[in-house]
């Protein structure tokens, strides 16, 4: 059971730099989260995909954009870095409805420097 | 904006003793979820209440919510030094579109 799947694990980007970082779940979720998390600020929603073809802005989506590929993939792209985006980005997918309430799984996420 | 607070932000304790955290939020919810962080990793599902539910247990954890405080609180009993981590609360805002959002989180140290 791999679950939530993040790739890369580390990165470290030159300001201006563009990066496209992964996400893939094999629950057969049809929502998927991106977050992000700074020291002391819990998780901020950047963009999440309530359904394949779908995808919705969330707190902090300025820098950022998404494309929900397949239902199993949601990718976030910086198109040009900055240092203000270094913070450790996790992935999440879940299964709104039912018994499941919307419980988040989550990846092992990706720490990004941003120099 | 931040929906969940959480209180204390650090808290210390020794390995035996019980740990309580609490959570307050701001709008109405369907459900609020608690969930751990082990350093360097993700974030797990714990435990969840529902709005219309006032307790609810999970092995050693038990978790309460007050609905007209907004707020909930979440107690580990005979803490273990493997219960080092932190502890986010996070709610299901009603007509949030499944959406949730997080508290700061709360960081657990248990000495053995």
């Known amino acids: 059971n791999a679950g939530v799947t993040q790739t890369p694990k580390f990165q470290v980007l030159k300001t201006g730099q563009s990066m496209t970082l992964q996400c893939a779940q094999d629950?057969?979720?049809?929502?998927m989260y991106w977050y992000r998390q700074d020291p002391g600020m819990g998780l901020r929603l950047i963009y999440y995909?309530?359904?394949?073809?779908?995808?919705d802005k969330g707190e902090v989506p300025n820098g950022y954009n998404v494309s929900r590929l397949n239902k199993r993939e949601f990718s976030l792209r910086l198109e040009s870095a900055a240092p203000s985006q270094t913070s450790v980005y996790f992935c999440?997918?879940?299964?709104?409805?039912?018994?499941?309430?919307?419980?988040?799984?989550f990846g092992a996420g990706t720490r990004l420097s941003v120099l | 904006s931040q929906q969940g607070e959480e209180d204390p932000q650090a808290l210390s304790i020794q390995e035996g003793e019980n740990a309580t955290m609490n959570c307050s939020y701001k709008?109405?919810?369907?459900?609020l979820q608690w969930y751990r962080q082990n350093s360097g990793r993700g974030l797990v599902h714990l435990i969840l209440?529902?709005?219309?539910?006032r307790e609810k247990h999970s092995g050693r954890l038990r978790v309460t919510l007050d609905t007209s405080k907004k707020s909930s609180s979440l107690l580990i009993t005979a803490s273990r030094a493997a219960d080092t981590a932190s502890y986010f609360c996070?709610?299901?805002?009603?007509?949030?579109?499944?959406?949730?959002?997080f508290g700061q989180g709360t960081t657990l140290q248990v000495k053995p």
């Open positions: 209440i529902r709005s219309n539910e």
């Open positions: 629950m057969n979720h049809n929502s």
């Open positions: 996070a709610t299901d805002a009603t007509g949030n579109t499944g959406k949730l959002i």
């Open positions: 999440a997918s879940s299964e709104k409805g039912g018994w499941a309430k919307n419980i988040q799984y």
């Open positions: 995909s309530a359904s394949e073809g779908t995808t």
């Open positions: 709008t109405s919810i369907n459900n």
